[in-house]
């Protein structure tokens, strides 16, 4: 799907971050990034029906823009180095929950997914699931297919957070602010015959975390009176 010449567009793209650079090269762009990206989205879009039929593989959503959004960011370079795509759960949509995701750079090749930084409605919903699940998610995250992709990741604080007692025996777990699960590879990996293979056993590995982690906001999307989700979050995984 990838191939040598995508890397090879990347670490270009890389060395001449320009909007004019790009455009230039945009069919090059097309053929050796955008296309092969959008056939690993069809294929996933026929496996995620057998480990997780409640995630969107979609052309429409799920591909990363190529232009950055440099608002309220100190690198105003125009253009992402990378190319990736997300994979929302249905209901809670997109940028919000847990999800899956996958980006092909010109030093790496990302692959995992989880909750990046949810915000605080977010946090405690799933914060409090795991008390009141703990057995269930440690089972999970102990899980050998878990830990071999790499085992629960993410920020963490240096206490446990407010509202649960010191000696709670989730502690470890609810000092998370992130929950993720996560590898990461030489960008050879994008252009070798395993790619594939890889990114879907890596997906099926932490699919029973990641609907785990969306199980609270799936409830409380559905408990809600106005049909509306009480939480909200806009941040991207890179």
């Excluded at 089972?139 to 050998?144: C, D, E, G, M, N």
Aim: hydrophobic residues 40%.
């Amino acid at each position: 799907m990838f191939t040598t010449k995508t890397l090879s567009f990347l670490r270009s793209l890389k060395r001449n971050n320009q909007r004019e650079w790009f455009h230039a090269r945009k069919d090059q762009y097309e053929q050796h990034c955008r296309q092969p990206l959008l056939s690993v989205i069809e294929r996933l879009a026929d496996d995620f029906a057998a480990f997780a039929p409640e995630h969107i593989a979609d052309a429409r959503v799920s591909p990363l823009r190529p232009y950055r959004d440099t608002r309220f960011s100190e690198d105003k370079t125009p253009l992402k180095t990378h190319v990736g795509a997300t994979f929302p759960h249905r209901l809670l949509g997109r940028m919000n929950g847990a999800w899956f995701y996958f980006e092909v750079a010109p030093g790496w090749v990302w692959i995992g997914g989880g909750m990046w930084r949810p915000d605080t409605a977010q946090l405690q919903l799933v914060r409090e699931h795991i008390a009141r699940n703990l057995d269930e998610f440690e089972a999970i995250v102990s899980a050998p297919a878990f830990r071999k992709v790499g085992g629960l990741q993410g920020d963490r604080l240096t206490r446990i957070p407010r509202g649960f007692a010191k000696g709670h025996p989730a502690a470890d777990y609810l000092q998370h602010r992130q929950f993720m699960a996560f590898r990461e590879d030489a960008p050879t990996l994008a252009t070798s015959k395993q790619f594939y293979a890889q990114l879907r056993s890596t997906f099926e590995a932490i699919a029973p975390f990641v609907a785990f982690l969306n199980e609270p906001l799936i409830e409380s999307y559905s408990s809600s009176p106005s049909g509306t989700r009480d939480f909200h979050s806009a941040t991207t995984f890179r």
